[in-house]
């Protein structure tokens, strides 16, 4: 079967940098998806890797082992308007999102 | 402004009615689709339309029924559902489908669906 591991939920503090794990077992790859999703509103796209390495786009970044079946998002400088659910999703072989559950993000002052 | 939007934004209905989800998107786009969304669970990916032909239907309930008149349009009917059915339903559109970032979906704000 095809799985999306994140962690349910972390906290962090205002100012401070965190990093969400997602692990995956999919049925091929051809990239993964970063979103960001305030509670009631809709996802919205961060980021997307195909190749291995790390993308940096302003105080986000995400990185990409696809050897290791592994990703993350490493938010910098956090800010309370950070706090959100951070989904992580994969491109299967026919081009199919396969979607992690997300990672609720709580961010202290 | 995310160039997707969804009507009504929230919805509350009988299990004998029948009701219709809209969506449209501003983008240009040649794939849309349709996602359900419960509470700690990964979105559930329901149809996919690929220049207005389905491509994907992953075994849902007939009571739930997608029509795409165009590129620009997606309809979701609903009929006697039930109160497992409450959740967000959310409509994405992608440039195409096929890789090369072109799969990067763009989601409208969703319909928050309650069946008594």
């Keep these: 079967g095809q799985n999306i591991d994140q962690p349910t939920e972390m906290t962090a503090t205002e100012g401070a940098i965190v990093q969400i794990n997602c692990t995956y077992q999919t049925s091929g790859f051809n990239g993964l998806f970063w979103y960001q999703q305030h509670a009631g509103e809709a996802p919205t796209f961060l980021s997307y890797n195909v190749l291995d390495g790390l993308e940096e786009k302003g105080r986000f970044s995400s990185f990409l082992s696809r050897s290791k079946g592994y990703s993350y998002l490493l938010l910098k400088e956090l800010q309370m308007k950070d706090s959100a659910s951070y989904l992580c999703a994969v491109l299967d072989s026919n081009y199919q999102l396969i979607w992690g559950a997300g990672t609720k993000l709580i961010i202290k002052p | ?116």
Excluded: I
Excluded at chain 2, 6 to 20: A, E, F, I, W, Y
Excluded at chain 2, 23 to 51: D, I, R, T
Excluded at chain 2, 62 to 71: A, L, M, T, W
């Design chain 2, 1 to 116: 402004e995310t160039g997707v939007t969804q009507t009504p934004r929230h919805l509350v209905m009988g299990m004998t009615n029948k009701k219709s989800l809209k969506c449209e998107q501003h983008l240009g786009h040649n794939a849309m689709y349709w996602y359900k969304q419960s509470a700690k669970k990964p979105l559930e990916l329901m149809f996919v339309y690929s220049l207005e032909e389905r491509v994907e239907n992953n075994s849902v309930p007939s009571r739930f029924s997608p029509e795409c008149p165009n590129s620009s349009h997606l309809f979701l009917h609903l009929h006697t559902l039930q109160p497992e059915d409450s959740a967000l339903y959310l409509c994405a559109s992608s440039q195409d489908r096929g890789g090369s970032g072109k799969d990067t979906q763009y989601f409208g704000p969703g319909t928050r669906l309650t069946v008594l």
